[in-house]
């Protein structure tokens, strides 16, 4: 059986670092929120941005 109950998984925000967790209902993930995705695709307006995996698991 599959633990239903685990640690939720989040992720940093990659514009400031907030911790976000890896849900359905963090829409902006991995962003904490529309602001710092919006900042963080203003900054990387190129086509060069590369999504960093969350590699955060022990
Ligand atoms: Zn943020």
């Known amino acids: 059986m599959t633990p239903a109950d685990e640690i939720p998984r989040t992720v ?21 929120s529309e602001r710092c995705r919006l900042i963080d695709l203003g900054e990387w307006f190129d086509e060069d941005h590369r999504i960093s995996e969350p590699a955060e698991n022990s």
């Open 12 to 32: 940093a925000c990659p514009n400031c670092g907030r911790s976000v967790p890896w849900v359905r209902e963090s829409r902006w993930r991995p962003f904490c």
